[in-house]
């Protein structure tokens, strides 16, 4: 239902910043929740940050919390993901989601093709 393009991801030294953007055509204002999940070799993919449509309720992955900052714009049709103070374990592609429900059903659970960061000194 909706295509999601994420960029901005890259090579960041420990300690440095990165800012992720996630671009969607057409309307996100009716989009529930839209986040950020990473998925690093070996691992399960993981939520990483999640913004629900009001702008402003955020949920956090512990390991992130406090790090990074994610913020969402429905006029823009954007969601952005402000990295801070990276680790070397922050590696992962990134993708950026969207879900969408009515009740108990699940219209919609969109994923981006994802954007690569890398965390090396």
């Known amino acids: 239902q909706v295509q999601l393009v994420e960029s901005g991801g890259g090579l960041a030294q420990p300690g440095g910043s990165l800012r992720l953007s996630c671009a969607a055509s057409g309307s996100i204002a009716s989009i529930n929740a839209m986040g950020w999940y990473r998925q690093a070799p070996g691992k399960q993919r993981e939520s990483v940050a999640i913004i629900m449509n009001d702008e402003r309720t955020t949920t956090y992955a512990d390991s992130v919390k406090g790090r990074f900052t994610i913020s969402r714009d429905n006029a823009k049709n954007t969601v952005s993901l402000q990295m801070n103070s990276l680790k070397p374990e922050d590696t992962a592609v990134y993708y950026c989601?969207?879900?969408?429900?009515?009740?108990?059903?699940?219209?919609?659970?969109?994923w981006g093709q994802g954007t690569q960061v890398t965390i090396s000194s």
């Open positions: 989601n969207a879900k969408v429900w009515l009740g108990f059903s699940q219209l919609d659970d969109s």
